[in-house]
């Protein structure tokens, strides 16, 4: 398992760190809630 963080695909600020099993290929997409933005946006795995 790695950690990955998430960044909000509105504002790009990095909100969380997930874990992520090395045996998923594609990048996380997740729809969590922005401190930020103050609403539930779509969440991206970064590098």
């Known amino acids: 398992m790695n950690k990955v963080p998430l960044s909000c695909e509105v504002c ?3 909100n969380y ?3 992520k099993t090395s ?3 594609t990048r996380l997409q ?3 809630f922005c401190p930020r933005c103050n609403a ?3 969440h991206k ?3």
Do not use: F
């Open 12 to 14: 790009g600020s990095r």
């Open 17 to 19: 760190n997930v874990h």
């Open 23 to 25: 045996d998923q290929k």
């Open 30 to 32: 997740l729809k969590k």
């Open 40 to 42: 539930h946006t779509l």
């Open 45 to 47: 795995e970064s590098k």
